[in-house]
């Protein structure tokens, strides 16, 4: 039996011990700062702990963001031990010890079901324990480690890094996991599913984000329990989103939401778009966005959730302006009503703060405008704050064969130009090229009679 099947009831087992010989962790690779909160907490005499999805990479040969902490001493405990530390956390308590701009996490172990973003730290919204419907619902309670492991969600990331000798604890088959790149839930999968259905997100996250493998039980329940996230409050789930797409892995993600049959319950209009037209340009666009979103990531360059929700909703809304194929709605007030429909239905379901949400508007409204291109009217497109976004959504339409690349390219030469070439270039289009829609010819008034 793996250890994973089946949590403890009264007494905990034992952990396996993986001494310092056995596994490929060295203090080189971990962060300086980590060791020097390690170390104070060990010559104090509490327990310290390098935990969660710094461990895992560390044993996979990767290079970790965040280097979390857990102990067995108490939040103040861990504030009088360093000057530069702030607790955070309205109910459960987290130690935040400062050095500069590096910031590193110290959790004390927990009990009760708690729910733990393993990349991140504890998810505050989530201090709860069960309803009748099994999900959580209570404050959190400091633990052992014993029960702090239980409440993490997979095996690969519910390892232990002692600083005492260096060792790997492991309470549920972690270590085998994480080496067989087999992401594996704690306890049973479908309890764990309805006590959080988050973690469904959190299984396509992983998967894609290690390139690991579902165990069969885990990836089992997925389809049949997909339903549970409709009761998902929507700002929760555009966290999630969040992590899911702008973390380097957005386009394996987005495919494992497919597959696992999530993406009905985050993205309706979008599911059903791509469902029906799979191969349309909305759907290329989609998944040249996304392409395109994970290497910036991998450039080091900003991504923001607006271009996001553009490149994902833009299938959903060329069906809702009568136009799965393309081109735009000559119209700009159709794309202006599919735009909105579109965005209030997507907003029931994930969160886009306004923020973002706007902005997203404007990227899709600033589309028509690509395709007139003479006169005062297409140099004023130059000069918007959204341009830039709006251009790179027209490139990503070109290149998904929605619209003539050669829009594309004279935009793209356009801004090489001199501005005295420009005017010119722009003078010497054909005015049809950028006449909008015909007003309606103002009706004029008629003069009341003189009164008599």
Same mark, same amino acid.
């Given at each position: 039996?793996?250890?994973?099947?089946?949590?403890?009831?009264?007494?905990?087992?034992?952990?396996?011990?993986?001494?310092?010989?056995?596994?490929?962790?060295?203090?080189?690779?971990?962060?300086?700062?980590?060791?020097?909160?390690?170390?104070?907490?060990?010559?104090?005499?509490?327990?310290?702990?390098?935990?969660?999805?710094?461990?895992?990479?560390?044993?996979?040969?990767?290079?970790?963001?965040?280097?979390?902490?857990?102990?067995? $001493?108490?939040?103040?405990?861990?504030?009088?031990?360093?000057?530069?530390?702030?607790?955070?956390?309205?109910?459960?308590?987290?130690?935040?010890?400062?050095?500069?701009?590096?910031?590193?996490?110290?959790?004390?172990?927990?009990?009760?079901?708690?729910?733990?973003?393993?990349?991140?730290?504890?998810?505050?919204?989530?201090?709860?324990?069960?309803?009748?419907?099994?999900?959580?619902?209570?404050?959190?309670?400091?633990?052992?480690?014993?029960?702090?492991?239980?409440?993490?969600?997979?095996?690969?990331?519910?390892?232990?890094?002692?600083?005492?000798?260096?060792?790997?604890?492991?309470?549920?088959?972690?270590?085998?996991?994480?080496?067989?790149?087999?992401?594996?839930?704690?306890?049973?999968?479908?309890?764990?599913?309805?006590?959080?259905?988050?973690?469904?997100?959190?299984?396509?996250?992983?998967?894609?984000?290690?390139? %690991?493998?579902?165990?069969?039980?885990?990836?089992?329940?997925? $389809?049949?329990?997909?339903?549970?996230?409709?009761?998902?409050?929507?700002?929760?789930?555009?966290?999630?989103?969040?992590?899911?797409?702008?973390?380097?892995?957005?386009?394996?993600? %987005?495919?494992?939401?497919?597959?696992?049959?999530?993406?009905?319950?985050?993205?309706?209009?979008?599911?059903?778009?791509?469902?029906?037209?799979?191969?349309?340009?909305? $759907?290329?666009?989609?998944?040249?966005?996304?392409?395109?979103?994970?290497?910036?990531?991998?450039?080091?360059?900003?991504?923001?959730?607006? %271009?996001?929700?553009?490149?994902?909703?833009?299938?959903?809304?060329?069906?809702?302006?009568?136009?799965?194929?393309?081109?735009?709605?000559?119209?700009?007030?159709?794309?202006?009503?599919?735009?909105?429909?579109?965005?209030?239905?997507?907003?029931?379901?994930?969160?886009?703060?306004?923020?973002?949400?706007?902005?997203?508007?404007?990227?899709?409204?600033?589309?028509?405008?690509?395709?007139?291109?003479?006169?005062?009217?297409?140099?004023?497109?130059?000069?918007?704050?959204?341009?830039?976004?709006?251009?790179?959504?027209?490139?990503?339409?070109?290149?998904?064969?929605?619209?003539?690349?050669?829009?594309?390219?004279?935009?793209?030469?356009?801004?090489?130009?001199?501005?005295?070439?420009?005017?010119?270039?722009?003078?010497?289009?054909?005015?049809? $090229?950028?006449?909008?829609?015909?007003?309606?010819?103002?009706?004029?008034?008629?003069?009341?009679?003189?009164?008599?």
């Amino acid at each position: 039996m793996h250890p994973y099947e089946e949590e403890p009831s009264a007494g905990h087992p034992p952990p396996v011990i993986v001494p310092r010989a056995e596994h490929p962790i060295s203090r080189a690779d971990i962060s300086p700062n980590a060791l020097k909160v390690l170390y104070r907490l060990k010559d104090a005499g509490y327990q310290g702990f390098l935990v969660g999805g710094a461990v895992r990479d560390l044993l996979l040969g990767l290079h970790p963001k965040d280097f979390d902490i857990a102990t067995d $001493a108490h939040p103040e405990q861990v504030r009088k031990l360093f000057r530069n530390c702030r607790l955070i956390g309205r109910r459960f308590h987290l130690a935040h010890v400062r050095f500069g701009m590096d910031i590193i996490e110290v959790a004390t172990f927990r009990a009760a079901h708690t729910e733990v973003d393993e990349d991140h730290g504890v998810d505050e919204a989530e201090h709860r324990v069960l309803d009748v419907h099994g999900r959580i619902l209570r404050d959190n309670l400091y633990g052992s480690i014993e029960e702090d492991v239980w409440r993490r969600d997979f095996t690969a990331n519910a390892l232990y890094y002692n600083i005492a000798d260096y060792s790997v604890w492991d309470y549920v088959g972690g270590v085998p996991d994480a080496r067989a790149r087999v992401l594996r839930l704690i306890g049973d999968p479908e309890t764990r599913y309805r006590e959080d259905p988050v973690r469904m997100l959190r299984a396509a996250r992983f998967a894609a984000k290690l390139d %690991f493998t579902l165990h069969p039980d885990t990836e089992a329940p997925l $389809a049949r329990l997909a339903y549970m996230l409709d009761s998902v409050p929507p700002a929760r789930l555009f966290d999630e989103t969040a992590k899911l797409l702008l973390a380097g892995h957005a386009a394996s993600s %987005f495919g494992l939401l497919r597959r696992f049959e999530l993406l009905p319950h985050l993205m309706p209009d979008v599911a059903t778009a791509i469902a029906e037209a799979p191969e349309s340009p909305g $759907a290329r666009l989609l998944r040249l966005g996304l392409e395109g979103t994970d290497q910036r990531v991998r450039d080091d360059r900003p991504v923001t959730p607006t %271009f996001l929700f553009a490149v994902l909703l833009w299938p959903a809304i060329l069906r809702a302006a009568g136009a799965p194929d393309g081109p735009l709605p000559a119209d700009p007030q159709l794309l202006l009503t599919a735009t909105d429909e579109v965005l209030s239905r997507q907003l029931r379901r994930i969160t886009i703060p306004k923020r973002f949400g706007l902005p997203m508007r404007d990227l899709v409204m600033l589309q028509p405008r690509f395709e007139r291109r003479s006169g005062r009217r297409a140099l004023r497109l130059l000069e918007h704050p959204k341009f830039r976004a709006a251009y790179d959504l027209l490139l990503l339409r070109a290149a998904s064969g929605e619209i003539d690349p050669g829009i594309a390219e004279w935009w793209t030469q356009l801004q090489t130009l001199p501005e005295a070439e420009r005017v010119a270039e722009v003078e010497g289009q054909p005015a049809e $090229a950028a006449e909008s829609p015909r007003r309606r010819p103002r009706r004029r008034r008629r003069r009341r009679p003189a009164a008599d």
